[in-house]
């Protein structure tokens, strides 16, 4: 295993390079003649190969399409993959962005999408629930550079920034529809960067919450990759949740958090808490893989592809299953999932899970789920090539192969001595110990003559699994499982495997220091995966992730520290401390107990007594006066939150809850040192009954267009009074034509603001204010009596919250 590990982490480099977007053309120097002069350059760009014959011998060879498909399979493989994008069920414009698609962008790309051979420009999934995703017939390079599309793509990049829609691969969203996910799971996403699965998940999770209310459940989005954490964090900030952890754990380690009952009370903590371990009601186990299925969206795959990417992953993969499992609640569900088409990384880890597991987990059959999404069969049997070499049985391997082809990698799964004990003997045959009779032929082996090898066939109902094939709906490939856990797994399964696939120290200890104030002074390093996956490398934005620089600050702010904080500690302060507290390079995650400063926000604001901010509120600083974000978690956080302490803060915690204040910058007075964040505003809105200004349609407008309004320039004179009545600071405009403030509820709208000496100012994003234009402009008359002067003037808003 040892050695596949290896053979995978040289592969790094191959994984990092494949994300760049190859289908373009490249830069040549201009030339220059004898005489000095500049030539104009002559078109110099070939089309990327995509040929590969290694590739085409294996999966002809697998049998995953049938002979009469494969010319269809390779031609659709050879050609850039078409863009795909999803509508944020939750996002308060939802029907809005869904009618532009339908009554604007379907008819007005139309002319396009002939003059390009295709019958629709952009349509809905038929398999995803609710129009929610939609297919282009366009790729990526043609959305963005392509004239006549650019209304489409400045649309596209609007909203995916402010979170109303996420681009994502079309086959990258069908993992978390088989999950089958409520609203009070619990919920793992195993190898979460960069995000969009995991944004879907939250989707799901708050699919039935009412404004100002949680739901009881939340997800736990972990990742190994230093770099790509910041990118899942940015990715999931889009979503605005309190019901969100972001940790930086290698899968294979993620800790239980179990909480030892006897040595709590021994200690003196509660053995009352809510939850006594980390386990969880759905897994997605999107594990890291060779990733031929995005062939389409990274075509230098075709020129560095070879069967050893597969085999060397294997058992990485087979571990990272069997955590998932290990932290799955009984009867509960997990979903393992790669975007390779390789069986070996495929149904043979599947395979390899169930033969540990035995019968307490079950493969799931959801043939009857979402029909009209086409998938094939897992298959039943394959080969294993290694270095030139095909085997189709553990026992034909030569012993100095064995490092690199295990066992587990075959259909059967057997050793040798199981070989040895099921397959039939011819009549010379002889084993010690036995008589020349034949024993009984095993079911997992096909007949075969002396001169040829033994076939396997898996006697597991394989055929459960489901994979994705290009040509079949116009898409890449995916391979999917459902896994069932229908009892605890044996004994040696339930416990994490020896850190023989991990460099990383373990935090897990039973001495205890004080609970929300302990130190580790244990270096623990980020460590890289195995591998870096390439599914959904498109799905946040444009960017290469790898431009995602780790030792600086995410958009979070505090989430993070900078390397320079993490390595402040000096050589002396290395003693031996017992392994609890923060880990290096992470700020601590502390909950808020100074009454001063919440009970200065609740009377600033006049939040209501029924919001609970008692408990719910943390921080990433020990020291009260030197916080400058204070976040918001739901019930479900907490809990998980307060079993980490308790255990000694196992998790190494990236990002955590929904930032609701932000301490302001401002030189003049304030009587609150907090402001509101535009991101908490939604959940608190309804429970704020001071500083609300209610505001008519043009005013509104006004504010959103021109930034700031002076007092005496509003449309609405009597409003100008109003806002001059508001205390000096943060303060919240809602969108209300009518005189008497209404009950807040999915529709409102709402901005945070900032109340100065002599005007009102927006603090929120560019981005948001535009869009908010736009969707505004969509739902009010083209004429307004009360046009909008547009003040230009001074604005005593402080720089930094303009842009917020």
């Known amino acids: 295993m040892g050695r596949g590990r290896q053979r995978g982490r040289s592969q790094r480099k191959h994984f990092k390079e494949s994300r760049e977007n190859v289908w373009k053309r490249p830069k040549s120097d201009p030339t220059v003649d004898d005489s000095g002069n500049t030539v104009p350059e002559k078109p110099t760009w070939e089309p990327i190969l995509t040929d590969n014959p290694g590739f085409e011998e294996y999966y002809k060879e697998q049998g995953i399409v049938k002979p009469e498909e494969w010319d269809l399979f390779m031609e659709i493989l050879r050609k850039p993959l078409p863009a795909a994008f999803r509508v944020n069920a939750n996002s308060q414009f939802c029907d809005d962005i869904i009618s532009i698609l339908e009554n604007d962008f379907v008819k007005s790309l139309q002319a396009e999408a002939i003059e390009g051979g295709e019958l629709e420009a952009i349509k809905p999934l038929p398999w995803y629930p609710k129009n929610l995703a939609w297919h282009s017939n366009f790729s990526r390079k043609q959305i963005r550079k392509n004239k006549t599309l650019e209304k489409f793509h400045e649309f596209l990049k609007l909203e995916n920034e402010v979170g109303n829609m996420t681009r994502q691969e079309a086959v990258s969203m069908v993992p978390p529809l088989f999950l089958d996910v409520h609203p009070d799971h619990f919920v793992l996403d195993m190898c979460a960067a960069p995000g969009s699965k995991t944004f879907q998940l939250l989707e799901i999770i708050h699919g039935a919450s009412e404004p100002g209310t949680l739901p009881n459940g939340m997800v736990v989005a972990n990742d190994v990759d230093f770099q790509r954490s910041n990118l899942l964090i940015h990715q999931t900030k889009r979503m605005c949740t309190a019901n969100l952890i972001v940790t930086n754990h290698e899968g294979q ?40 299925g995005t062939l389409r969206k990274a075509p230098d795959i075709w020129r560095k592809w070879n069967s050893g ?42 395979a390899e899970i169930l033969r540990r597991c035995g019968d307490s987990v079950e493969l799931v059959d959801v043939s009857d789920k979402l029909p009209e999404l086409i998938r094939r069969p897992g298959l039943k049997t394959w080969k294993v090539r290694d270095k030139g070499l095909w085997f189709t049985s553990y026992k034909d391997v030569p012993q100095n192969r064995r490092g690199g082809v295990l066992v587990s990698m075959f259909p059967s799964g057997k050793n040798l001595k199981d070989l040895t004990e099921t397959t039939p003997k011819n009549e010379n045959a002889s084993v010690d110990g036995c008589e ?12 075969a003559t002396p001169d040829e090898p033994v076939v396997e066939v898996s006697d597991l109902p394989l ?36 850190r023989k696939h991990s460099s990383t120290k373990n935090a897990d200890s039973t001495e205890k220091s004080p609970v929300e104030e302990a130190v580790v002074t244990v270096d623990v390093e980020p460590v890289e995966s195995a591998v870096e996956k390439v599914v959904e490398a498109d799905s946040t934005n444009e960017k290469d992730v790898n431009s995602v620089e780790p030792e600086k600050k995410t958009a979070e702010g505090e989430r993070i520290t900078e390397a320079k904080e993490a390595n402040s500690s000096s050589a002396g302060d290395k003693r031996k401390v017992p392994m609890q507290g923060k880990w290096k390079g992470f700020d601590p995650v502390v909950f808020l107990k100074d009454e001063t400063v919440i009970n200065g926000i609740k009377a600033f604001y006049g939040i209501d007594e029924s919001f609970p901010l008692y408990g719910h509120l943390v921080a990433r600083n ?5 916080v400058k974000r204070i976040y918001y978690v739901s019930k479900s956080v907490k809990e998980v939150l307060q079993l980490n302490f308790t255990v000694g803060q196992q998790l190494k915690i990236a990002s955590v809850g929904l930032k609701m204040f932000e ?51 509003f449309v609405n004179k009597q409003l100008g009074q109003k806002v001059i009545d508001l205390a000096m600071g943060c303060c919240v405009v809602v969108l209300n034509d009518g005189e008497e403030p209404v009950k807040v509820d999915a529709s409102t709208i709402a901005i945070s603001c900032w109340r100065g000496k002599n005007s009102l100012g927006v603090m929120v994003t560019l981005a948001d204010c535009q869009e908010l234009l736009e969707r505004l402009a969509e739902r009010t008359p083209k004429t307004d009596d009360g046009s909008v002067n547009g003040s230009n003037g001074d604005s005593d808003v402080p720089q930094a919250m303009e842009t917020a």
């Open 253 to 292: 380690q993620f800790p239980g958090c179990r909480l030892n009952k006897f040595r709590a009370s021994v200690d003196g903590l509660s053995e009352d808490m809510p939850i006594n371990q980390l386990s969880f009601d759905r897994v997605l186990c999107d594990v890291p893989c060779s990733g031929d």
């Open 309 to 350: 990417m597969g085999n060397g992953l294997h058992s990485l993969q087979v571990i990272l299953a069997m955590r998932g499992l290990s932290l799955l609640k009984v009867g509960g569900k997990m979903i393992y999932s790669t975007c390779s088409m390789n069986p070996v990384e495929d149904e043979a880890v599947v």
């Open 436 to 447: 020349d009779e034949c024993k009984e032929t095993d079911n997992s082996m096909v007949d």
């Open 463 to 498: 055929e459960r699994c489901m994979r994705i094939i290009p040509h079949d709906q116009n898409t890449g490939a995916f391979f999917i499982a459902v896994l069932r856990k229908v009892s605890p797994l044996p004994d040696f399964q339930e416990k994490p495997n020896p």
């Open 622 to 626: 020990t020291d009260t006066s030197s």
């Open 663 to 713: 301490r302001q910058s401002a030189k003049e007075g304030s009587s609150c040192a907090f402001r509101l964040s535009s991101e908490g505003l939604p959940v608190i809105l309804p429970y704020i009954t001071k500083q609300v200004l209610y505001t008519p349609m043009a005013d509104f407008k006004h504010l959103l267009q021109d930034k700031s309004i002076k007092f005496p320039d």
